[in-house]
Structure formats: structure tokens, C-alpha cells
């Protein structure tokens, strides 16, 4: 039985009634491999993910390629080269009920680089028809208020709902096309944006 940590998402999933999902910036596809495995392969849920990575960037990453080959082997489709930003743009994606994203990265450290980010990845999600967004950002753990009273400043068309606070069930190294450090021991925060 998998840990509370996966029942956790997995019913909040459930409760938006979504039945088609894309995660997008997974980098090295770690999460979309072990959510499907150990939750949406349990019902009638279809899921896509999708990295910034191209697919000749991505199998130069030995973990990454076997990661995509089991994903293969499940028939969960893998979409390369797909900015998050950029959702309505990509004219091969289908509708999404809902769209994961953990550990998103800006390009840059200015301190409104992460609002800036979101508000153009939030309006994509918006024309796109995107019912609710599920964001796992872990720098919002220690100053959620800070954080959020900037990313409010750019966000109208969903407003904030639930907040599930987990310990990461996946071992992260690539998110959004870089490297990243061990974050095995520290808690996840996921929170919930749904269409005004």
C-alpha cells in the first residue's frame, strides 16, 4: 500500500473530477513515473507529462531515458521541447481538466521572476480551458505570505483553494531542465488554483 503522502494527492485528484491530466516541468519525468504508478494507475484518470528538455537532451540523462522508456512501456505520452508558458500555443496538446507543476523554475533570481513565471504560465493555462492547476513549489514553505502577496499581484483568472503539505515521494534530480539538490528529507507544499 503506497504511504499517506500518495493517497493525499491521489484523492485530491479525484475530488476535482479531472480525467485527463498533463504535469508539465518534470524534468527528468521521476514524478509523473511514480504518481502514475502508485495512484491515477488505480482508476479511469489518462495523464500526459512533459519536460522543456528536448528528447535529445533528455536521453542524455541516463536516469532520465530509462525513466522515459517505463513511461513508454505504460503508454503515458511524453511531450519534449513544451514550455509551460506557452499551453495554448502548442497546438498538439488535447484539453487538460488539470495541469501539475512541481518545482517551477525561473529563468532568472530578480525577485519578481517567479510571479512573472507563473502569471504567464497561468494565463496560458486560462486559454487553454484548464479547470484547476496544482503548483508544488517548495520555496513557498517558509514564506508563503511574502511569496504569495507578489504572485497575487498577476493572478486574476484562478483563485487559491486547498494546500497539501507533503514529504516529497520521489527523488527529484532534473526539474525544469536543471539539475537539482537532494530534496528527499524536506516537505512539498501543493497548492490548488482553480478557475475563477
Known amino acids: 500500500m503506497p504511504p499517506p503522502t500518495y493517497l493525499t494527492l491521489h484523492r485530491f485528484i479525484q475530488r476535482q473530477k479531472a480525467q485527463r491530466i498533463l504535469v508539465v516541468g518534470d524534468g527528468d519525468l521521476a514524478f509523473t513515473l511514480i504518481l502514475y504508478r502508485n495512484t491515477l494507475s488505480r482508476g479511469r484518470l489518462s ?18 531515458a530509462r525513466i522515459y522508456k517505463k513511461l513508454q512501456n505504460l503508454r503515458v505520452p511524453v511531450h519534449f521541447d513544451l514550455d509551460a508558458t506557452r499551453l495554448d ?13 512541481c518545482y517551477p523554475f525561473p529563468e532568472s533570481n530578480q525577485p519578481d521572476a517567479l510571479p512573472t513565471l507563473l502569471s504567464r504560465f497561468f494565463n496560458a493555462a486560462y486559454r487553454k480551458g484548464v479547470q484547476t492547476v496544482l503548483l508544488g513549489l517548495k520555496s513557498l514553505v517558509d514564506e508563503p505570505d511574502h511569496q504569495f502577496n507578489r504572485l497575487h499581484l498577476h493572478l486574476t483568472r484562478y483563485r487559491l483553494g486547498e494546500k497539501l503539505q507533503l514529504k516529497p515521494f520521489w527523488k527529484p534530480m532534473h526539474v525544469s531542465g536543471r539539475p537539482l539538490d537532494n530534496t528527499t528529507n524536506r516537505y512539498i507544499t501543493f497548492f490548488a488554483f482553480h478557475r475563477v
Request: glycine fraction near 0%; charge should be positive.
Open 47 to 64: 495523464i500526459d507529462t512533459s519536460t522543456v528538455l528536448s528528447k535529445e537532451q533528455h536521453m542524455r540523462l541516463r536516469r532520465a
Open 89 to 101: 500555443q502548442t497546438v498538439m496538446l488535447p484539453h487538460y481538466n488539470m495541469v501539475i507543476w
